[in-house]
């Protein structure tokens, strides 16, 4: 929330069990028997995305991938 109020972008990565793990690891000085989980990039972008969220009805599924019968 910060971020954005300071014009920032941020993007959470996934880390863990990637390639980049390593070789993130030792740019962070992080310890070889730690797990890094998640890394968050942070800097100003270049554009600004459309903002708008999606329905919940968009989102989800009900009992299988693409199933779009929804009870609620």
Same mark, same amino acid.
């Given at each position: 929330m910060? /971020?954005?109020? &300071? @014009? &920032?972008?941020?993007?959470?990565?996934? /880390?863990? @069990?990637t390639d980049c793990e390593q070789k993130a690891k030792r740019i962070l000085l992080v310890p070889e028997d730690d797990w890094l989980v998640s890394v968050v990039s942070i800097g100003y972008p270049e554009e600004t995305p459309e903002k708008g969220r999606k329905g919940l009805d968009e989102i989800t599924f009900t009992n299988k991938y693409g199933s779009q019968t929804h009870y609620f």
């Open positions: 910060m /971020a954005h109020v &300071l @014009g &920032l972008g941020t993007c959470w990565i996934n /880390a863990y @069990g």
